[in-house]
């Protein structure tokens, strides 16, 4: 039997917090499995998976689709309209990043609100989310609107999307209102003239159908139609997150210099400070290698940021200090970044740089504990809340979290369940021993209990949200927003990126770690003493 093409479009991973129930590599993995001729990862309001699943595709050579869904919110408390948009160009992920942030971060920690005036054009500074250019948008519609809903939601897509970047999609899961599903979709594809695309699903429901279906049981399920446009929809979205580039801020290079410049400029001055007798000939040799390398890579305006939040944070009296790999630098000594002195001792600087790992550098600055608020205020004031953001940490299950929510699905007595949880032990590890089970009374062969274990080592690891980081901070040219989508923190005054530091890695995009060190802070104590 010739098996048709497909490209699956909408799929979320266990980004998608608390719905999702696969990491996006197992996802991309699965699709090369299934000879699916692309994956579009699109979590809900996010793209906080689509690192991980990018450097699978890479790996695999699968052309993955980086998108995301979004639940409009309706003027009068209407009906929501699920939209899938994917990004077809660098522009257009700018644009859905954006929209991504402007959804998120009107609404609480870990909710979103996305509105149509969002796409029409009437979010205040936005004005290229006007039609997302460059997004191709999915309407996703449910067996339970009425024809009259889909028909109008259908319409409104192409007003602002054109019949060039706009689908029906069509989810088969064999559910009871499937018929009533394709009649209302080939409906309003007939009066709007949208296309219609096969989808797979993947969300939450009662029943076994929301996976990565082979393409045998999709051409059994579709009209060879659909299946085609799945294809062709993919081979219009070839933007890959590989396009993405740190672009660093322009104010920390002043007229007339260029950033390698001002970089000699500044470590040459500090240099002599460091040595007012002469710059010993071991130094300056080390200072020329550096230079070299940072030259190569274009790392030169990191160097700057850093050295101007060093400079400023002693100008205010605040105790700072670089420490980890940046020790192995000549250039961030003189700079006054690391106290580590290239003269009287052996640095290796590619520890810290090297051109064949090709991992951008990572200068950990430990501040005094109390006054790193003042640090982090004071890169808010320069660049801006909007050229600014905190780094994420994905929060992943671990065995007591696992087993709470677990069992709590599985409707066992809430007190029981504390009581297990409880009883874990660090030395117990990521598995849950049977010992711990017969010490709350659970019989660990009965099949409920074997279950929720079952299940329980299954969820750890997963991603359950989304935190700051302690101090890892990213600075763009621009809007942050048009790299990566921002959203708010739980502490006030706080936003966050979507990306966590693995992900910045992979990327070779940059941060700049701020720490706060009570050591410092007593150490500031003793010598105001």
């Not at 009068?76 to 160009?89: I, S």
């Not at 980890?324 to 810290?352: K, M, Q």
């Not at 090709?358 to 109390?370: L, M």
Request: proline content about 5%.
């Amino acid at each position: 039997m010739l098996l048709p093409a497909y490209a699956e479009l909408h799929c979320r991973s266990n980004f998608s917090f608390l719905t999702g129930a696969s990491h996006p590599e197992e996802l991309v993995d699965r699709a090369v499995e299934l000879g699916y001729s692309a994956l579009a990862i699109t979590d809900e309001c996010s793209v906080a998976g689509a690192v991980r699943a990018h450097v699978q595709a890479r790996e695999c050579g699968l052309h993955l689709v980086v998108g995301s869904e979004m639940r409009l919110v309706l003027p009068g408390g209407g009906a929501h309209a699920r939209l899938v948009l994917l990004a077809q160009t660098r522009r257009g992920w700018g644009n859905l990043s954006q929209w991504i942030t402007v959804a998120r971060r009107r609404a609480a920690k870990g909710a979103y609100l996305a509105h149509p005036g969002d796409v029409e054009g009437k979010v205040p500074n936005a004005p290229t989310l006007a039609g997302l250019p460059d997004c191709f948008a999915l309407l996703v519609p449910d067996a339970a609107q009425p024809f009259e809903t889909v028909f109008a939601h259908a319409m409104w897509l192409k007003t602002w999307f054109g019949e060039e970047r706009a689908a029906i999609a069509l989810e088969l899961l064999h559910r009871e209102g499937d018929a009533v599903l394709v009649d209302h979709a080939e409906r309003v594809a007939h009066h709007t003239g949208l296309p219609m695309v096969a989808q797979c699903g993947f969300a939450l429901e009662p029943n076994a159908e929301q996976h990565l279906r082979s393409r045998a049981r999709l051409a059994a399920l579709y009209r060879p139609e659909w299946l085609e446009r799945s294809v062709v929809i993919a081979a219009q979205c070839r933007f890959s997150l590989a396009e993405l580039r740190y672009e660093y801020p322009r104010e920390i290079v002043p007229d007339g210099h260029t950033p390698t410049s001002w970089l000699r400029a500044l470590a040459g001055q500090g240099a002599l400070e460091r040595y007012p007798k002469g710059v010993p000939a071991k130094v300056r040799a080390a200072l020329e290698h550096e230079f070299a390398l940072i030259a190569q890579l274009q790392y030169e305006p990191y160097f700057l940021t850093v050295a101007d939040i060093v400079r400023w944070a002693r100008g205010q009296g605040i105790l700072c200090q670089g420490r980890g790999s940046a020790a192995n630098s000549a250039v961030c000594y003189c700079l006054g970044v690391t106290e580590a002195d290239p003269e009287r001792h052996t640095l290796l600087f590619e520890r810290f740089i090297s051109a064949e790992r090709n991992e951008p550098p990572d200068i950990d600055i430990d501040f005094e504990h109390q006054r790193r608020e003042e640090v982090i205020q004071y890169i808010y004031g320069k660049y801006g809340r909007h050229r600014a953001a905190l780094t994420a940490v994905v929060i992943s299950y671990r065995p007591r979290s696992a087993l709470r929510d677990m069992g709590r699905a599985l409707g066992i007595d809430l007190d029981r369940i504390d009581a297990l949880a409880k009883g874990q032990h660090g030395f117990d590890g990521r598995r849950v021993a049977d010992e711990r089970l017969c010490e709350q009374g659970f019989d660990p062969s009965s099949h409920v209990v074997r279950l929720w274990t079952e299940l329980t080592h299954q969820l750890i690891g997963f991603p359950r949200h989304l935190s700051q980081h302690p101090g890892g901070f990213v600075i763009a040219r621009d809007d942050l927003a048009r790299l990566v989508p921002v959203e708010n923190a739980a502490m006030v005054g706080r936003s966050v990126i979507q990306w966590d530091k693995d992900d910045l890695d992979a990327l070779g995009l940059l941060k700049v770690d701020l720490l706060a060190l009570g050591m410092l802070s007593a150490i500031k104590r003793a010598l105001q003493f």
